[in-house]
């Protein structure tokens, strides 16, 4: 084996991927939420399904929470029995979308009553954070305008300022403000955070504890997420990934499924700046809906993808890019990469994990586990991932 290859062994054995307690509930589109057997029936139950997924691939040590679809009475129990299944709870996903009183916005909202409201669901939300160890409280804003002239843009920016300057002056010392964007959706006219450059500029002034979070569907199509990437890098502005795929707007389809080759691009600027593994501080989560296809299994997979993706962003050889770059070798350079793309780095994941004590192959094993039987011979009425849960 090459040393390149052990040294991608290694990071990949260090590998972490964040789950999203919501891909384990039914989901579906505005058309219809196809109910399936056995789906958990609260947080705890999500998260004994993320553990299930941890457990056959041993590189997802982490859910992150949405509240308050995961709302629970106790969160130190919450996170101890994370603990109690090898896992623990990651980001806080703040929800200021689904009230009646949200129709016109939250934090950019006209009325100063419901900036109050929505800002002490996310005031609550670092309490939260607080109970469960978590890090990192990520938000993203329904908020936007349908219609040319309903509201002031500029008054709506003053207005997320200052929401999201008191959310950040109530974080500790070790925690940090992840701010979500989107293109558009539920808003058609604007969005109040629509794309990286407004997040950068909002978290730029709040300080060093506000990161950028990409989510690889919330673009316009043809967005070439990659330079994305390399730019909030440099500038120190990453906080992390939802990662997700898809074909047309935000589908939430399975990591990797739609664009492989856009993953492992992605992957590749990390690669080559060193930041795939977790002591990096980039959070590494999925952001995904399983409408069609069983959750769990669903989540193995696109965890593997990642893995996949990875693997092949490691085996680039950077000595003979970096060769080919600085003598103008065009075709020389982009060969490099498409060597690593094309290399298929099944085998080397399958060895991996048999070294790490686990199956070779995680969705065999999975499906061999008796678990899916066995949650839906004990779980009656399974809730939606979110709506109603
Ligand atoms: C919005 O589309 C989003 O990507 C945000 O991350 C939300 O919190 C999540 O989806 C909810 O599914
Ligand atoms: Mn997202
Ligand atoms: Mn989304």
Excluded at 130 to 151: C, E, H, I, R
Excluded at 168 to 196: A, H, I, N
Excluded at 372 to 387: H, L, P, T
Aim: charged share 25%.
């Amino acid at each position: 084996m090459s040393d390149r290859s052990t040294s991608a062994k290694q990071i990949l054995a260090a590998q972490s991927i964040e789950l999203p307690s919501w891909a384990f509930g039914n989901s579906g589109t505005r058309f219809k939420v196809f109910a399936q057997h056995g789906v958990p029936r609260d947080p705890y139950e999500k998260i004994a399904d993320a553990a299930q997924v941890n457990q056959y691939t041993g590189a997802a040590g982490s859910v992150a929470l949405h509240i308050p679809w995961d709302k629970v009475d106790d969160y130190t129990a919450l996170a101890a029995h994370a603990a109690d299944l090898g896992v623990r709870i990651g980001t806080i996903n703040s929800n200021t979308f689904q009230d009646d009183d949200y129709m016109l916005g939250s934090v950019c909202h006209p009325d100063p009553a419901v900036r109050r409201k929505a800002t002490d669901h996310l005031l609550e939300c670092v309490d939260i954070m607080d109970a469960t160890g978590s890090a990192d409280l990520k938000l993203w804003f329904a908020d936007g305008t349908n219609y040319p002239g309903q509201d002031s843009i500029a008054d709506r920016q003053d207005r997320l300022a200052d929401v999201l300057a008191e959310v950040y002056d109530r974080l500790g010392d070790d925690q940090r403000l992840l701010l979500e964007y989107k293109l558009f959706e539920p808003s058609f006219y604007t969005m109040d955070v629509p794309d990286w450059g407004t997040a950068y500029a909002h978290c730029l002034k709040l300080g060093s504890k506000a990161q950028v979070v990409i989510d690889t569907g919330h673009h316009a199509p043809g967005t070439n997420i990659e330079f994305i990437v390399a730019v909030l890098l440099r500038e120190g502005k990453l906080g992390g990934f939802d990662f997700n795929s898809r074909f047309y707007a935000d589908d939430d389809l399975m990591v990797g499924s739609a664009d492989p080759f856009q993953l492992f691009r992605i992957m590749h600027e990390l690669a080559l700046r060193g930041v795939v593994g977790p002591e990096s501080g980039i959070a590494y989560m999925l952001d995904q809906c399983h409408n069609i296809e069983p959750k769990i299994p669903g989540q193995i997979r696109s965890v593997m993808n990642v893995q996949e993706a990875t693997a092949k962003a490691l085996l680039v050889d950077t000595d003979a890019l970096a060769e080919a770059q600085a003598a103008g070798d065009v075709l020389g350079a982009n060969a490099v990469l498409m060597d690593a793309y094309n290399t298929d780095v099944r085998p080397l994941l399958a060895e991996l994990r048999e070294e790490q004590g686990l199956d070779a192959d995680p969705m065999a094993a999975y499906a061999a586990s008796g678990y899916a039987e066995k949650i839906r011979a004990d779980r009656q009425g399974g809730r939606a991932a979110g709506w109603g849960a």
